[in-house]
């Protein structure tokens, strides 16, 4: 069943969003070689809760930190380490959640380390472009899967694979609420979108193959390939309006 929010409600996710914009704002100036994604997974997990919120991820179905840290060809759900040192050339996918006022926010961001190679750039760019091709259909109006047929089609015209088994979703006083929403599918199809509903669209873009497998760690999803995969998201709520990003400052 799909939650639809009130314009108060809608409000009170800004709250969570701008915490976890935040946290996002202040991890990203701390990404650099040397760094070790347990250093990062702190940071963020000071600023959710100095905001008087509470870290989403940790706990969640037992996943152990504030942070899901994804490097280079981990696709989603990496495990924040002391062991994992950010070097020059890799890039890392920063997803962050935050709970406050009983409202959730959720979105991920993925930036390069030092000096990266072209195509990881460009992995980068497109990825997050994908998710401005879906935002296009964030409307009162239009079918949910016209997000996510935008989103693939703009993915796959670069020659990038669109990940299939992990998907965005409703997100309200739970994390993940209906509907589901690919990354991929015909357009047309699906709930129309109607004012006060909010929804994660999070493309996950691989430069190779779009399968991917989970490590043993039973968290870490990694491309089958190995090689580079981005991830952008944002909180997104559809109004008569423009859509509002809700995890952005
Ligand atoms: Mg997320
Ligand atoms: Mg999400």
């Given amino acids: 069943m799909i939650i639809i929010k009130s314009d108060k409600e809608i409000n009170l996710m800004r709250e969570a969003g701008k915490i976890v914009a935040y946290a996002h704002q202040v991890v ?21 809760r100095k905001h008087g919120a509470i870290p989403a991820f940790k706990g969640y179905g037992g996943f152990p930190a504030t942070i899901c ?4 060809d981990q696709v989603v ?12 050339g890799d890039i890392i996918s920063v997803d962050i959640g935050a709970l406050k006022d009983g409202f959730y926010g959720d979105s991920a961001k993925t930036h390069p380390v030092g000096k990266v190679s072209d195509e990881a750039t460009k992995l980068i760019e497109v990825t997050r472009d ?50 589901q929403i690919p990354n991929y599918g015909p357009p ?3 709930p129309r979108l109607v004012k006060g509903m909010v929804i994660a669209v999070e493309p996950m873009i691989n430069l190779g193959t779009h399968e991917v497998e989970t490590l043993n760690d039973g968290w870490t999803v990694v491309t089958l390939d190995r090689k580079l995969s981005a991830h952008y998201e944002h909180t997104i709520a559809i109004t008569e309006e423009e859509p509002i990003l809700l995890t952005k400052l």
Avoid: W
């Fill in 28 to 48: 990203r100036e701390n990404i650099r070689p040397g760094i070790s994604t347990a250093e990062l997974d702190k940071i963020a997990e000071d600023i959710i």
């Fill in 69 to 72: 840290s994804s490097v280079n």
């Fill in 77 to 88: 759900h990496g495990i924040p380490s002391r062991d994992v040192i950010l070097k020059d």
């Fill in 130 to 179: 994908s998710f401005y091709e879906g935002l296009k259909f964030c409307k009162v109006g239009y079918r949910l899967s016209d997000i996510s047929n935008a989103i693939q089609k703009y993915a796959e015209a670069n020659n990038f694979g669109v990940v299939r088994d992990y998907v965005g979703h409703g997100i309200g006083t739970q994390m993940h609420e209906d509907p």
């Fill in 188 to 190: 047309g199809k699906g």
